[in-house]
């Protein structure tokens, strides 16, 4: 595409570049394809049209066009260079999630993820913004100005069996889990189907319960919490709430015990990738972490056969 200066001095009137029969514009006419250019907006002999203030940046260009030079007609029927003039259409989805679900259609393509609903679980951690340890930054008085008490937040969803992410948020912490939870959980549906949810007390609420076997038709697992201040005989609080009455009088410990799958996930990660960030800015934090949520799906699934022990 042209630049913005060349074309306005295309676009001259009389006396210009885009007039006479040895012009630009005459060298510039039979190559122009007749899809772009319906009208003889750039002639081969006479004027060019002339624009009130150089190339506009919308894609109308009906009303910019004000005519030949001398002329007090205007050209209501030529759109010069309407497909060059006009941007592209923005994306449906932003590279990282197209990126993510192709690595999730790839690992379901290859068996590891069936096309049935499956047993997902959540939790989020956080990550080092800078190569030096949060105990160093700390205590030596070098760096305890890069000391920042907010960190990038990643909360996740994965596939307990075969340790698939599904879904990957990024915020900053420190936040309640309760933030990002219907987030990941939309996502993650978007490219698999759960029957069941497992999560630890910090998404434990009768909204979260709700939304998850209500909306969604998922089972959750969420162990419940006693909130508020103790009674006066320093008893425990009733636990209110339909699904949290449920968990709490028949807790299924032993199909809960597969929550600690995503803590394996995010230590293999991190053991893998690294838990420090090399970027700066929020915006290139955010996609430095998908990136690591990509490339260690990737990695799944090109060596599904090979642990991610460190004695391996």
């Known amino acids: 595409m042209y630049e913005q200066d060349d074309e306005r001095s295309y676009s001259a009137g009389k006396g210009g570049t885009g007039s006479g029969r040895g012009g630009v514009a005459a060298l510039l006419a039979p190559q122009q394809p007749e899809e772009v250019h319906t009208g003889a907006v750039i002639r081969a002999a006479g004027t060019a049209g002339v624009f009130p203030f150089g190339l506009p940046w919308a894609c109308d260009v009906d009303s910019a066009v004000v005519g030949p030079a001398g002329s007090t007609e205007v050209e209501t029927h030529t ?11 923005a994306a449906k989805k932003r590279g990282a999630t197209r990126l993510l679900d192709e690595a999730v259609g790839l690992a379901r393509s290859r068996g590891l993820i069936a096309s049935d609903a499956a047993t997902g679980a959540i939790d989020s951690t956080g990550l080092e913004t800078r190569h030096v340890s949060v105990h160093y930054a700390k205590r030596s008085w070098r760096q305890r100005g890069h000391y920042k008490r907010r960190y990038p937040k990643l909360s996740a969803l994965c596939d307990i069996d075969t340790h698939i992410i599904l879904a990957a948020v990024v915020d900053r912490g420190p936040k309640p889990d ?135």
């Not at 759109?79 to 259409?89: D, E, G, M, N, Y």
């Not at 987030?183 to 698999?192: C, G, M, P, S, T």
């Not at 320093?234 to 339909?242: F, I």
Request: with cysteine; charged share 30%; hydrophobic share 35%.
């Open 79 to 89: 759109k010069l260079f309407h497909t060059l003039l006009c941007r592209r259409p």
């Open 178 to 312: 309760i933030v990002e939870f219907q987030a990941v959980l939309e996502q993650a549906l978007k490219r698999q189907p759960l029957q069941t949810l497992l999560g630890d007390a910090g998404y434990e609420s009768e909204a979260a319960h709700r939304l998850c076997r209500e909306t969604y038709g998922v089972r959750s697992i969420i162990p419940t919490t006693n909130r508020g201040r103790r009674r006066k005989d320093s008893r425990p609080n009733a636990v209110t709430g339909k699904y949290r009455q449920e968990l709490h009088e028949a807790f299924p410990k032993e199909e809960y015990g597969q929550r600690w799958q995503v803590e394996t996930v995010f230590s293999s990660m991190k053991r893998r990738l690294g838990s420090a960030l090399r970027r700066r800015r929020p915006f290139a934090i955010n996609r430095e972490v998908l990136l690591k949520v990509i490339t260690y799906n990737l990695m799944v699934i090109l060596y599904r056969y090979i642990t991610f022990q460190q004695s391996m």
